[in-house]
T-cell receptor, first 111, second 114 residues
Framework: GESVGLHLPTLSVQEGDNSIINCAYS??????FIWYKQESGKGPQFIID?????DKRQGQRVTVLLNKTVKHLSLQIAATQPGDSAVYFC??????????FGTGTRLTIIP | NAGVTQTPKFQVLKTGQSMTLQCAQD?????MYWYRQDPGMGLRLIYYSASEGTTDKGEVPNGYNVSRLNKREFSLRLESAAPSQTSVYFC?????????????FGPGTRLTVL
């Protein structure tokens, strides 16, 4: 069946370095992908999205890359800050109202 | 503009008790969702409502019922709570404007069933 998963459950990054969080998906029909950030005790917060007809999209300090050939999605965070510590989820959509979420990667920033 | 609000924030139930989780959004969104989040897992869709008056099952609907009371409110009911329903519940609403899509989540309800 379709699944969205993450390569690493935890990631520790030095403050100021760049972070890369990866996500694999298995449904080639997925046409829309979203990255969310979830801080402890809070609901997920939208970070950035990308459609399947794009390879790259940039936001403020964040970039999402989509490689449809290998069904891989990544989130790059530039110059990571302590406030970036959180769990990051990718989610995929098959053109309907439903999103399928991955299990999440916990990003820890080392001072 | 409060976004998505949920009540209560915390709840403890005994097995067999019933309760309703409330959700409201003030962004005039058409679509609303209920998810549950368990430790070490992503969010799983329980039910969703694409518009006022319509509801559809998600991935894990068993043991739950929903009501889309009006455009603002979408409630989730547990008729007979079970320990397996111990989880954090999130309500969300979505906006779709052409190529722009975004989901807004509420702060969550932490439910424990003893």
């Amino acid at each position: 069946g379709e699944s969205v998963g993450l390569h690493l459950p935890t990631l520790s990054v030095q403050e100021g370095d760049n972070s890369i969080i990866n996500c694999a998906y298995s449904n080639s029909a997925s046409d829309y992908f979203i990255w969310y950030k979830q801080e402890s005790g809070k609901g997920p917060q939208f970070i950035i999205d990308i459609r399947s007809n794009m390879d790259k999209r940039q936001g403020q300090r964040v970039t999402v890359l989509l490689n449809k050939t290998v069904k891989h999605l990544s989130l790059q965070i530039a110059a990571t800050q302590p406030g970036d510590s959180a769990v990051y989820f990718c989610a995929e959509n098959f053109g309907n109202e439903k999103l399928t979420f991955g299990t999440g990667t916990r990003l820890t920033i080392i001072p | 503009n409060a976004g998505v609000t949920q009540t209560p924030k915390f709840q403890v139930l005994k097995t067999g008790q019933s309760m309703t989780l409330q959700c409201a959004q003030d962004m005039n969104h058409n679509s609303m969702y209920w998810y549950r989040q368990d430790p070490g897992m992503g969010l799983r869709l329980i039910y969703y409502s694409a518009s006022e008056g319509t509801t559809d099952k998600g991935e894990v609907p068993n043991g739950y019922n929903v009501s889309r009371l009006n455009k603002r409110e979408f409630s989730l009911r547990l008729e007979s709570a079970a320990p397996s329903q111990t989880s954090v519940y999130f309500c969300a609403s979505i906006i779709r404007e052409g190529r722009y899509n975004e989901q807004f989540f509420g702060p969550g309800t932490r439910l424990t069933v003893l």
